[in-house]
């Protein structure tokens, strides 16, 4: 079935490193695209970054994204993590003929410390 | 803030007992899902509706749940028997009928069965 890795549950990173969070995918069908959502304590999921172009950078608020098609990879990075960053992050594909249904990752949290 | 609406923010209900919780999605939707998100990690798909009708579900739903969505302005999760499993968050969201559109979250109903 299609499917969404997200291998860290937990990343933690101090203020004003680089932080690279990891997301690979599997599925047999076309996939149409890609999203990094990302939810703060006690709000709801936001869309932070959406890609459907094969080796396009995709950039939103200091994040970006490239979708590697070739491996199957999504990953998100940050040049400089702010502590306002720490939240939860989910990757999402959204499959062609899904009627834009996502398939969730599990999710990882970013922890960034002073 | 979420354009998308639910309620109430939080529920409490005994094992057994019977639980509603509505979601009010973004004026021009069409689409409309449901999402369970157990101690803020994986988002698990629970039901799709398009146009008011369902179109896709997960079997946990057909068995315990109620769904509808009588308009497009208004749309109700149910338990029928509530369990301790079902204590989560339950995330409405809604998406225009293009492909590719992005999904708008609600900030979820905390359901705690005791």
């Known amino acids: 079935g299609d499917s969404v890795t997200q291998t860290e549950g937990l990343v933690t990173v101090t203020e004003g490193l680089p932080v690279k969070l990891n997301c690979t995918y599997q599925t047999t069908y076309l996939t149409i695209a890609f999203f990094w959502y990302v939810q703060y304590l006690n709000e709801a999921p936001q869309v932070l970054l959406r890609?459907?172009?094969?080796?396009k950078r995709t950039e939103h608020q200091g994040f970006h994204a490239t979708l590697h098609k070739s491996s199957s990879s999504f990953h998100l990075q940050k040049s400089s993590a702010q502590l306002s960053d720490s939240a939860l992050y989910y990757c999402a594909l959204q499959l062609s003929g899904s009627f834009n249904k996502l398939t969730f990752g599990a999710g990882t949290r970013l922890a960034v410390c002073p | 803030d979420a354009a998308v609406t639910q309620k109430p923010r939080y529920l409490i209900k005994m094992k057994g007992q019977e639980a509603e919780m509505k979601c009010i999605p973004e004026k021009g939707h069409t689409a409309v899902f449901w999402y369970q998100q157990k101690q803020s990690k994986e988002l698990k798909f629970l039901i799709y509706?398009?146009?008011?009708?369902?179109?896709?579900q997960i079997d946990m739903v057909k068995e315990r749940f109620s769904a509808v969505c009588p308009s497009s302005s208004l749309c109700s999760l149910g338990i029928r028997t509530c369990e301790a499993e079902d204590s989560a968050l339950y995330l409405c969201s809604s998406s225009g009928t293009n492909s590719a559109e992005t999904l708008y979250f609600g900030s979820g109903t905390r359901l705690t069965v005791l």
């Open positions: 509706f398009q146009n008011q009708q369902p179109l896709d």
């Open positions: 890609s459907s172009t094969d080796n």
